[in-house]
């Protein structure tokens, strides 16, 4: 497996040694110990997640604050993905700041995306199977989302008009958020 910083420091790109021949394909979607190795510190994922998602639907901007926060390991199982993740972290030099990568079926990449961040995805083909590994469980008392298209993050989801639930509608202007990371 193949570990490739992003420009948001924690933040990691995992890319699979992908072992095909005549009968199809295998790879190794997650191994523990390299895992914890690569983040440099020891983990424990308590709670899977699986979204379906139709074309263009937009999830997201999503967190929790302390002290439930969570850190998750995303992929896409079917379909792909453009996965965000925004640095909430304060003192961070990076702080406001977002990566955008490209998940899917295909490129089977995984992201890290460690407490102190923001995270969300938008669905580039019908039917989008994400999947993700959570190192906290789902506390509806301390979840925030800001909002997917705040004018100070500059993210280009590619799409004015994505489908979006009523509670990410109903979300936090990143100027207005006091982060706690």
Same mark, same amino acid.
């Given at each position: 497996?193949?570990?490739?910083?992003?420009?948001?420091?924690?933040?990691?790109?995992?890319?699979?040694?992908?072992?095909?021949?005549?009968?199809?394909?295998?790879?190794?979607?997650? /191994?523990?110990?390299?895992?914890?190795?690569?983040? $440099?510190? +020891?983990?424990? &994922?308590?709670?899977?997640? @699986?979204?379906?998602?139709?074309?263009?639907?937009?999830?997201?901007?999503?967190?929790?604050?302390?002290?439930?926060?969570?850190?998750?390991?995303?992929?896409?199982?079917?379909?792909?993905?453009?996965?965000?993740?925004?640095?909430?972290?304060?003192?961070?030099?990076?702080?406001?700041?977002?990566?955008?990568?490209?998940?899917?079926?295909? /490129?089977?990449?995984?992201?890290?995306?460690?407490? $102190?961040? +923001?995270?969300? &995805?938008?669905?580039?083909? @019908?039917?989008?199977?994400?999947?993700?590994?959570?190192?906290?469980?789902?506390?509806?008392?301390?979840?925030?989302?800001?909002?997917?298209?705040?004018?100070?993050?500059?993210?280009?989801?590619?799409?004015?008009?994505?489908?979006?639930?009523?509670?990410?509608?109903?979300?936090?202007?990143?100027?207005?958020?006091?982060?706690?990371?």
């Amino acid at each position: 497996m193949v570990i490739e910083q992003t420009l948001l420091e924690g933040v990691l790109l995992f890319v699979p040694r992908v072992f095909s021949d005549d009968r199809g394909s295998f790879f190794e979607s997650f /191994n523990h110990r390299a895992f914890e190795e690569a983040i $440099g510190h +020891a983990v424990e &994922f308590v709670q899977d997640n @699986e979204s379906v998602s139709h074309l263009n639907v937009l999830r997201g901007l999503h967190f929790q604050l302390p002290p439930k926060t969570q850190g998750k390991l995303v992929r896409v199982v079917k379909g792909s993905v453009l996965d965000v993740a925004v640095d909430l972290r304060k003192n961070s030099s990076t702080f406001g700041k977002h990566v955008a990568v490209n998940l899917s079926a295909e /490129n089977k990449k995984q992201l890290w995306i460690p407490p $102190g961040f +923001a995270h969300g &995805f938008l669905s580039l083909e @019908e039917g989008t199977i994400f999947n993700y590994k959570c190192t906290d469980y789902y506390a509806p008392e301390t979840e925030c989302t800001i909002q997917w298209n705040d004018p100070d993050l500059e993210i280009n989801w590619g799409i004015k008009s994505p489908i979006i639930s009523a509670k990410d509608q109903d979300s936090l202007l990143f100027h207005t958020f006091d982060s706690p990371f």
